[in-house]
């Protein structure tokens, strides 16, 4: 095994810049996503029936299709035909819409509010009405019962499950070097062409992604312990021991 290369600023800043796309890439897409993920539960549940009906053929058409094809879609289908928008050249969101970044950001995105929505959606109704009528009971409008009961309530439910929804968005990330982003797996393909090493570059970018994927997933589990309304740990397993 090589990795005397690591040693290179040359190659050092790639993986660097590789290694903040992906960082921001998952941030905004998981931030905005969960925002849509949240909207899409609640036109299912409370929107009239013909809005429900169109959000949910949306999703199960998003969640039917490869995430690839609707990264290509955008980029290369939506990219394709906003040049020929008269004056959008020459608008200050001309910039952002020919980077791809703007089309990775938004394919995750749909992708997690798809899924993540679904998710959120059978929490929600999972949340006991009792509950919900208890608040209702204490003088809360419908508005305060969904932001301080049902929707609190449905996420701490669904919580353990949208740890998994964001590893996977984590893990999908690579997807956007086929669109021309630096990212980390681009970075290692760089690597790998230059010095004709082939194991060295993936492995390190493996080791990366398994040191990602632990933080991201010790992040969400404190988040789930801390969560207003969770049990405390030592609780919860004592309830779980016989007797």
Known sequence: MDFSWLTQP???????EGFVNTLVLVGVSGVLGLGLAVAFALMQINAPRPLAMLVRGFTTTIRGTPLLVQ???????????LPGIPGLRESVFWPILRDPFFYGALTFTISVGAYSGEVIRGAMLSVPSGELAAGRAFGLTRFQVL????????????????????????KSVPL???????????AANIIRDETFLVYE???????IYIAMTLVLT??????????????PVATRRRRLLPG
């Open 10 to 16: 040359y190659y050092q800043s790639y993986l660097w």
């Open 71 to 81: 990264l290509f879609f955008f980029y290369y289908g939506v990219g394709h035909l």
């Open 147 to 170: 932001y301080r009961l049902w929707l609190p309530r449905a996420i701490q439910l669904c919580l353990p499950t949208l740890t998994g929804e964001m590893i996977l968005l984590l």
């Open 176 to 186: 956007v070097s086929t669109i021309a982003m630096m990212d980390l797996l681009m």
């Open 201 to 207: 570059p993936l492995l390190l970018i493996a080791g």
């Open 218 to 231: 010790g992040a969400m589990r404190l988040i789930e312990q801390r969560f207003p309304g969770a049990r």
